[in-house]
């Protein structure tokens, strides 16, 4: 439907490609824990850089989004006005148009955004000292490739376009490299030692961490109305919902380490 939509706006309107960066929401400072480790460079699966665009609006897209009601944030609906022209007529006393551009996942509000260092529970290693007469060293090591996903909480209409707008809104506010998906490759190795003790079993324990973001996202029927050379956005049947979802960190792995007299 809305392939339709932006094929009858091919009449009206001339693209030309933009590209630029849009960004918004305050940086919130996160602590992380000495328990948490960064594993990049050690990392035998590489994980692509999550490097969603930041589209700024260009001028006349930005004078677009002044006229409406309700702020629009969407990404993908900025992208299509920044390749939109329309041309002043000289003659355009009395000319109107109202266009439907479609129903649209508008902005996304965040409410609160924390953190899980245990998220996802990724690898065990297993040192058995029970017989020793001194102290045993271990390290990690990735047993097997995981592959930990995060995602909405609840099914949502244009649900992308929801994901992309809270995992901009959750990167800016954090400063962590977040994706919805990442993936530890088996053998990925830390040089950091714990000590089991004689008479004892050891467990170290890996997690995934993820952001749990939550906030509400707002939608709303997108008309672009043309009164002679004066250009503005309307918003009709306004929507809001509440809206979580889990994004995990990217290339970063939290551990807990534990002795028993038994084994778990």
Request: charge should be positive; aromatic fraction near 10%.
């Amino acid at each position: 439907m809305k392939k339709l939509i932006f094929i009858s706006l091919v009449l009206l309107f001339s693209f030309s490609v933009s590209h630029a960066s849009y960004a918004e929401g305050k940086q919130k400072q996160i602590k992380i824990p000495n328990t948490v480790m960064e594993i990049t460079k050690e990392n035998t699966y590489p994980n692509p850089t999550q490097d969603l665009p930041y589209l700024q609006p260009s001028d006349f897209t930005q004078s677009l989004i002044d006229t409406s009601d309700v702020p629009i944030e969407n990404p993908d609906l900025i992208r299509i006005l920044n390749e939109s022209t329309i041309s002043d007529a000289p003659l355009a006393i009395g000319y109107r148009a109202t266009i439907y551009l479609g129903e649209w996942a508008l902005n996304y509000q965040s409410t609160e955004t924390a953190t899980n260092w245990e998220y996802q529970k990724i690898n065990t290693n297993f040192q058995d000292n029970r017989g020793g007469k001194g102290p045993i060293q271990m390290h990690y090591k990735q047993e097997a490739q995981k592959s930990v996903k995060g995602g909405l909480t609840a099914k949502v209409p244009e649900a992308e376009h929801v994901k992309k707008m809270m995992l901009l809104k959750a990167m800016k506010k954090t400063n962590l490299p977040l994706s919805f998906e990442t993936i530890i490759g088996a053998g990925t190795k830390a040089d950091q030692i714990y000590n089991v003790q004689p008479k004892k079993l050891g467990y170290l324990y890996a997690y995934a961490p993820a952001v749990n973001e939550k906030g509400k996202v707002t939608y709303g029927e997108v008309y672009l109305v043309l009164k002679g050379n004066k250009k503005s956005i309307v918003v009709k049947n306004v929507t809001s919902q509440g809206i979580g979802a889990w994004i995990p960190i990217q290339d970063h792995v939290s551990f807990g380490f534990v002795t028993a007299d038994n084994p778990k």
